[in-house]
Every structure is written in structure tokens, then in C-alpha cells.
Nanobody, 120 residues
Framework: QVQVVESGGGLVQPGGSLRLSCAASGRIFSIYAMGWYRQAPGKQRELVADITNNGRTNYADSVKGRFTISRDNAKNTIYLQMNNLKPEDTAVFYC??????????????WGQGTQVTVSS
């Protein structure tokens, strides 16, 4: 089995920073891509940023220049450094991992989510 676990959310003031982490573990052969999504109350889940196994990144327009996604392939872990946070960034942040298990089965898994609240 493969698990995806996020950490690092919390309460921060506008203009502040947070760093989220997401680790995939278990019977993993390869991970093609991992990404961060968020869902605010009353809104649909949206892509924040993702990164492929060769380091190619993609960002939502609303976070470009403020958020940075990075990856440690050896640890099957990604990070999201969030700077200059705004109240509209408040949401539950979810991690997604897309890859191949040791039994050659494809997986596309979500973590449990971590709350990020930006408020004074």
C-alpha cells in the first residue's frame, strides 16, 4: 500500500510564510508527479502547484511569485514554501501523488489535508 501524508499547516498573519511538506511512503516503484491542491469553503478544489519527477513545475496564476514547490526524489517528498500569504489563501491544502507501485499498479492518491488559515 502507498500512503500520502501532509504536514505544516497552521495559522499565519497576512504577509507571513508557511512551509508545507508531503511524503509518499510504502510500496512505491516510481512517482511521476506530485502536487498541491487547495479547497476553500464553498469552492471547488483547485491546483496550486505540481512538480514532475524530472523537476518540471506548474503553478496557478494566483500563487506565482509567492509559492515555490520543490521535491526530494530520494525521500518521495515535496515541499511548498508559501510567502506573502494573503487571506484568500485560506484553505485546506491537499497533496496528490501519481505513480507506480511495486506490483506495477498505477496509483493516484490524496493525503488527508492540512488547514492553512491566513488571518490577523
Amino acid at each position: 500500500q502507498v500512503q500520502v501524508v501532509e504536514s505544516g499547516g497552521g495559522l499565519v498573519q497576512p504577509g507571513g510564510s508557511l512551509r508545507l511538506s508531503c511524503a509518499a511512503s510504502g510500496r512505491i516503484f516510481s512517482i511521476y508527479a506530485m502536487g498541491w491542491y487547495r479547497q476553500a469553503p464553498g469552492k471547488q478544489r483547485e491546483l496550486v502547484a505540481d512538480i514532475t519527477n524530472n523537476g518540471r513545475t506548474n503553478y496557478a496564476d494566483s500563487v506565482k511569485g509567492r509559492f515555490t514547490i520543490s521535491r526530494d526524489n530520494a525521500k518521495n517528498t515535496i515541499y511548498l514554501q508559501m510567502n506573502n500569504l494573503k487571506p484568500e489563501d485560506t484553505a485546506v491544502f491537499y497533496c496528490n501523488a501519481d505513480g507506480l507501485g511495486l506490483g506495477a499498479e498505477r496509483f493516484d492518491l490524496w493525503g488527508q489535508g492540512t488547514q492553512v488559515t491566513v488571518s490577523s
